[in-house]
Nanobody
Framework: QVQLVESGGGLVQPGGSLRLSCTAS????????MSWYRQAPGKQHDLVAT???????TYADSVKGRFTISRDTAKNTVFLQMNSLKPEDTAVYYC???????????????WGQGTQVTVSS
């Protein structure tokens, strides 16, 4: 019912920057929180950043001061600006959105397919 499509991943050198985007489409009445998660090989799925429908962001300690989450509510899009990237930021990054499909229904969490970010020299 809802599709999330991420873009912007790739290979970057340590200290470099990337900007991820994720756009939701489909049966959308309202979107509440939007988030970015990441999963490195052999590691658990970790929350990177969340932004509420009111625009309040929260971050994992490991990315504070380096990553910035933002959203364009009119376009159902969330962004993740990643600066000062480190090799330990290498992972598949997934976006998630808490979506209310129709007025009066319970919101449901939807996920994108993920985009690879590799930080290496």
């Amino acid at each position: 019912q809802v599709q999330l499509v991420e873009s912007g991943g790739g290979l970057v050198q340590p200290g470099g920057s990337l900007r991820l985007s994720c756009t939701a489409s489909g049966s959308i009445f309202s979107i509440y929180a939007m988030s970015w998660y990441r999963q490195a090989p052999g590691k658990q799925h970790d929350l990177v950043a969340t932004i509420t429908d009111g625009g309040t962001p929260t971050y994992a300690d490991s990315v504070k001061g380096r990553f910035t989450i933002s959203r364009d509510t009119a376009k159902n899009t969330v962004f993740l600006q990643m600066n000062s990237l480190k090799p330990e930021d290498t992972a598949v990054y997934y976006c998630s959105a808490e979506v209310q499909n129709f007025k009066g229904t319970i919101p449901y969490d939807y996920w994108g397919q993920g985009t690879q970010v590799t930080v290496s020299s």
